[in-house]
């Protein structure tokens, strides 16, 4: 049976291997510029407070995962709370760093970097809260990955400490999109390089292996053939699966909220915020 529109258009499967490499580099690239990161989520704030009152309620010390360029880290150790940040970015690292020397040494103090990935570092140290904010998770794009990562943070919790993390829910829109649109946004100045740019996003989404590469296109203005995209591949986990996966690799979902408000998560959230603990 084929819809009213006509079949769709069948594309070629995705080679594994290929396919792995181009998800693996858009788990990267996003990552080499921190002063359009910096600029592009500036007004990302709920996650902010959410995880600076999470840490305070723990009295640390604290572990974040993906700690990028210190967007909630550093306001976590300007809050008084310890804190331990985790990335594989040294761009980020870098920048964080940069933005740490401007501190006071109290706030340098409380705030240690280990780069390395999050699947495999063991810091031989446990927290009463490990965090990992802001679709970080959605860089994972095997089971495996997965399982290795879950099995350090449980290695990394203390018996009653909580695991605390957000992800981003499956846009359908997103998912359907026809990978040739732009989806344009406000023209902006570049952080970098200061020139004024026309912003577009193009979604292109693999649904055997659920990720969806997000194209960032950067185009200066007047001058096209100038343009550059930056991929950003985002694992899609659907809610039920992100159960199963906590359930098998012995976490429990304490707590589920919605777009960091108190209460149940509504139907109509865009970001899941999971609270767990480690199953006995
Ligand atoms: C969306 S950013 C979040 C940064 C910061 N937590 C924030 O909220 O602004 C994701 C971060 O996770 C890091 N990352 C992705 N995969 C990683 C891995 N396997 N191990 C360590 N860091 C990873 C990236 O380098 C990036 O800095």
């Not at 997000?214 to 096209?224: C, K, N, T, Y």
Request: charged share 30%.
């Amino acid at each position: 049976m084929t819809g009213g529109r006509g079949a769709p258009e069948r594309r070629a499967p995705a080679a594994a291997a290929g396919a792995g490499r181009a998800w693996e580099k858009g788990s990267r690239a996003h990552y080499d510029d921190p002063l359009y990161f910096t600029r592009a989520y500036r007004r990302r704030r709920d996650d902010v407070r959410y995880y600076t009152g999470l840490a305070l309620g723990s009295g640390g010390p604290v572990l974040e995962y993906g700690c990028g360029n210190g967007r909630i880290a550093l306001p976590i150790a300007r809050s008084g709370i310890a804190i331990t940040g985790v990335d594989r970015s040294a761009p980020m690292l870098r920048d964080l760093r940069r933005r740490l020397r401007g501190e006071p040494p109290s706030v340098r103090q409380r705030l240690a970097l280990r780069r390395g990935d999050m699947c495999e570092l063991r810091l031989g140290q446990r927290f009463p809260l490990v965090l990992c904010p802001f679709n970080t998770l959605l860089h994972l794009y095997s089971r495996r990955a997965v399982e290795r990562f879950l099995r350090r943070v449980r290695e990394h919790l203390t018996a009653r400490g909580q695991f605390v993390f957000d992800v981003s829910v499956p846009d359908p829109e997103q998912l359907g999109a026809d990978p040739e649109r732009r989806y344009r946004a406000p023209r902006f100045r570049h952080p970098r390089s200061g020139a004024l740019v026309r912003y577009a996003e193009r979604f292109d989404y693999d649904p055997l292996g659920q990720v969806l590469v997000v194209s960032l296109v950067f185009e200066p203005a007047g001058r096209p053939a100038a343009a550059w995209e930056v991929p950003l591949s985002l694992r899609q986990f659907f809610p039920q699966e992100i159960e199963a996966l906590l359930h098998y690799n012995g976490l429990r979902v304490l707590d589920r909220r919605g777009d960091f408000r108190p209460g149940p998560a509504p139907s109509d959230c865009t970001t899941l915020v999971y609270h767990c603990r480690a199953r006995r």
